[in-house]
C-alpha cells in the first residue's frame, strides 16, 4: 500500500473516532507529560554534563601552553595594512599603545570586558585618554558582564559607556528581543582598526587561542561604519551623535559584514555559504561553537563533493560543554560525506575564522551557530587577498599540531550512553 493510501486510511480512522471533549483531554495530558518528561530528561542530562566538565576542568585547567604564530603584517592589495594576532598578550599591548597614541578618538566595542588586571589596562588607559581631550565611546553587553563587579563598572564621567541592555523592546517570547551586541571593535582616530574574537580579559589572553585583525588604511572606514551604526541606533540621549560619513572609495576587497537582529539582517550567514559555495580547492574553518544549520551542511558536503579539501578545526572540549554536545547532531554526516574534522586540544580555540582556495578569507566576530548566524549582533571581515589567505592557512596548520583528526571509524563505535546523551541534548542546538 503506497504511503499516500496509509495517511487517507489513518485519516479516515481519526474521523471516525468518538472525538468528544474527554478524548482531547486525554490527550492534552499524555502530550503535557510527555512535555514535561522530555523537559526533565534534558535539565537532569544537562546538569550532569554540565558537572562532569567542572571536574574535568579541575583537574586539567587549561594551561594556555599550545603553538602560537607571532603577529604578522601584511601590505595587502587593498592599499592597507593589515596585521594578524593569534596571541592575546601581544594584541593588548599593540591596541593599548594605539589607546595612548589617541588623538580625537578612540570608539571601544567588546561583548565580555573583566575587571582583572587586562581589563583594568583598558580602564586605565581610556580614562587616560579621555582626561586629555580625546572623544571615548565604549560599549559592552550587560548580559556577558553580569558576573563583573558593579564597581568596575562605575567609569570616569568623560567616557560615554553605553552598556547594552539584557532585553531590546519588542515581544519576550521572539529570541531576537535577547539579542546579545557579540561585536568585539576598536578604532582609533578612524585611521586605526581592530576586530576579531579576543573579548578583554587575561584568561582570553593566557589561556585561550583565538584571532584578531589590526587595519591601518581606508579600509578602517569599514570598522568605523559599523561602530557609528551601532552608537547611533542604541545610544542613550545624553550621549553624543556619531557623524555618519560614507566611504572616501570603494574598496571591494575589503568589507564589514554585520548582523543587525532588530532589522533581521543576517548576512554574514550568506558570505560564509557563499565563499562554500564558490570553493574549488580547499575550505579551512576554525569555530568555537560550530552548530551549522542544514544549509551550511549541505554546501560543506556539495562542496567535499566536487573534490574541495573541506577542514573544520573546533575545541575539544569548549567553555560551553552543552553547545559541544548539541553540535554533535551533524557531525557524522559530515565525516561521512568527507569533511575532515579537527579537535584543537588542552586549551579553548574561538577563532571565527575561514579561508577559502588561498584567496578568500574572512576574520571576525561570527560562530557557525544560530545565536551568531541569525540572533546576535556581529560583524565580520570579509577580505579578498592573497598573502593574508596564505598567512591565514600557515595559522590553521599551526593549529592542527596541537589538534587531533575526528574519525569516522571513532565515531561511529562511540559508547551507547554518549549517543543517548546526544540524542537527548539535539534539540536544544537552535538555543545555542
Not at 566538565?53 to 601552553?65: A, L
Not at 535577547?178 to 579576543?198: F, P, Q, S, T
Not at 583565538?210 to 569599514?222: K, Q
Not at 575532515?340 to 575564522?353: N, S, V
Request: charged letters at 25%.
Amino acid at each position: 500500500m503506497s504511503s499516500a493510501t496509509d495517511r487517507g486510511e489513518l485519516a479516515s480512522r481519526l474521523r471516525g473516532m468518538p472525538w468528544n471533549a474527554k478524548t482531547r483531554d486525554e490527550i492534552l495530558r499524555t502530550v503535557g507529560r510527555g512535555a514535561l518528561w522530555v523537559a526533565g530528561a534534558q535539565v537532569a542530562v544537562a546538569a550532569g554534563v554540565t558537572a562532569v566538565d567542572r571536574m574535568r576542568v579541575h583537574r586539567q585547567p587549561p594551561s594556555g601552553d599550545f603553538p602560537r604564530l607571532p603577529s604578522y603584517d601584511i601590505a595587502a592589495a587593498s592599499g592597507n595594512e593589515l596585521t594578524v594576532f593569534t596571541d592575546g598578550d601581544t594584541l593588548y599591548q599593540r591596541m593599548l599603545e594605539d589607546i595612548r597614541a589617541a588623538k580625537h578618538s578612540i570608539w571601544f566595542e567588546s561583548f565580555i570586558w573583566k575587571s582583572d588586571q587586562a581589563g583594568e589596562d583598558f580602564k586605565r588607559e581610556l580614562t587616560a585618554a579621555a582626561k586629555r581631550g580625546v572623544q571615548v565611546l565604549a560599549i559592552y553587553d550587560k548580559f556577558a558582564n553580569l558576573v563583573v563587579p558593579p564597581a568596575f563598572k562605575r567609569f570616569d564621567p568623560d567616557i560615554h559607556v553605553l552598556a547594552f541592555p539584557l532585553l531590546q523592546p519588542g515581544n519576550p517570547l521572539s529570541l531576537r528581543t535577547w539579542a546579545r551586541d557579540h561585536r568585539k571593535i576598536l578604532v582609533v582616530d578612524e585611521e586605526v582598526g581592530y576586530v576579531g574574537g579576543y573579548n578583554i580579559g587575561q584568561r582570553y589572553a593566557d589561556t585561550w587561542r583565538d584571532t584578531h585583525l589590526r587595519v591601518e588604511g581606508p579600509g578602517v572606514w569599514e570598522l568605523s561604519n559599523a561602530f557609528t551604526d551601532f552608537w547611533n541606533k542604541h545610544r542613550k540621549r545624553r550621549h553624543p551623535i556619531l557623524p555618519d560619513r560614507g566611504a572616501k572609495s570603494w574598496e571591494p576587497r575589503m568589507r564589514a559584514i554585520q548582523n543587525e537582529p532588530d532589522i533581521m539582517l543576517f548576512p554574514v550567514r550568506g558570505t560564509y555559504i557563499d565563499a562554500i559555495e564558490r570553493a574549488t580547492e580547499s575550505i579551512r574553518i576554525s569555530q568555537a561553537y560550530f552548530l551549522p544549520d542544514h544549509t551550511v551542511v549541505s554546501a560543506l558536503l556539495r562542496a567535499a563533493e566536487r573534490g574541495v579539501a573541506v577542514h573544520v578545526l573546533i575545541p575539544e572540549y569548549s567553555n560551553h560543554i552543552l553547545a559541544d554536545w548539541a553540535a554533535r547532531a551533524g557531525i557524522h554526516r559530515l565525516l561521512a560525506g568527507g569533511v575532515r574534522i579537527h579537535l584543537f586540544r588542552h586549551a579553548m580555540i574561538h577563532a571565527k575564522t575561514m579561508t577559502v582556495d588561498g584567496r578568500w578569507s574572512t576574520i571576525g566576530t561570527t560562530n557557525i551557530d544560530r545565536l551568531s548566524l541569525t540572533g546576535n549582533y556581529e560583524v565580520n571581515m570579509e577580505l579578498y587577498d592573497e598573502q593574508l589567505a596564505e598567512h591565514m592557512t600557515k595559522v590553521f596548520a599551526t593549529d592542527l599540531t596541537n589538534s587531533r583528526e575526528l574519525t569516522l571509524e571513532e565515531w561511529e563505535t562511540r559508547p551507547w550512553y554518549k549517543r543517548a546523551v546526544e540524542t537527548i541534548l539535539r534539540p536544544l542546538a537552535p538555543l545555542l
